[in-house]
């Protein structure tokens, strides 16, 4: 897991993805040992959003979909939108 954690950060980087106001988020695994576990990248949902736009599922879809192929190399990965306690609340 540890070795995505650059990739990840120069993906954001690169793609202006890095704002002036803070974001939460959480690098996790599945249990990987049997060649079936996911990594997870959980990302908190603004407080003041109660749902989220369409149009931003279709932006997180495309985010997940290009982390996929340039950071994660084609491994199971998905994104979670979670609450302040990274407990998901949207896959």
């Known amino acids: 897991m540890k070795s995505f954690v650059e ?8 793609n202006n993805l890095i704002f002036e106001h803070k974001h939460s988020i959480q690098l996790t695994s599945t249990d990987m040992s049997e060649g079936e576990g996911s990594i997870i990248l959980k990302m908190v ?7 989220i736009p369409e149009n931003e599922k279709e932006n997180i879809q ?4 290009d982390l ?14 979670c609450n302040e ?3 998901e609340i949207e896959k």
């Open 85 to 87: 306690n990274f407990y």
């Open 7 to 14: 990739p990840l950060a120069d993906y954001f980087e690169a």
């Open 45 to 51: 949902q603004s407080s003041d959003i109660e749902e």
């Open 68 to 81: 996929k192929e340039a950071v994660f190399l084609g491994a199971n990965f998905r994104i979670a939108i």
């Open 62 to 65: 495309q985010l997940e979909e």
